[in-house]
Nanobody, 128 residues
Framework: VQLQASGGGLVQAGGSLRLACTAS????????MGWFRQAPGKEREFVAA????????YYADSVKGRFTISRENAKNTGYLQMISLKPEDTAVYYC??????????????????????WGQGTQVTVSS
């Protein structure tokens, strides 16, 4: 099982980026997917999540209205579209996969422990 995050970079405040998470070695459509981020000196925090079927999405309050999570199961790829970026969005962004059933995932999608597989992270830097 491998997850490869990409698409990070340096962008000015107000700009946009789209992160991608490419899965290999497993059937991507069988897994729920989440995005987390970790800024220097801070704990890893939940950003967004989406069910395996794409039928439900979840967002941290800090990114609602600015970030959109999506997935293309046929391409084994998930995405995080980020607009109106702020300096406080600067962090390493990680994608993760979860096998939890929907009812359990609905309650735990923002927990690190809900995810058994993690990508290596991609750096997003937003300059002011």
């Amino acid at each position: 099982v491998q997850l490869q995050a990409s698409g990070g970079g340096l962008v000015q405040a107000g700009g946009s980026l789209r992160l991608a998470c490419t899965a290999s070695g497993f059937i991507f459509s069988n897994y729920n997917m989440g995005w987390f981020r970790q800024a220097p000196g801070k704990e890893r925090e939940f950003v967004a999540a989406i069910r395996r079927s794409g039928g439900r999405e979840y967002y941290a309050d800090s990114v609602k209205g600015r970030f959109t999570i999506s997935r293309e199961n046929a391409k084994n790829t998930g995405y995080l579209q980020m607009i109106s970026l702020k300096p406080e969005d600067t962090a390493v962004y990680y994608c993760a996969a979860s096998t939890r059933v929907s009812s359990y995932y609905d309650k735990s999608h923002d927990e690190l422990s809900a995810y058994g597989y993690w990508g290596q992270g991609t750096q997003v830097t937003v300059s002011s």
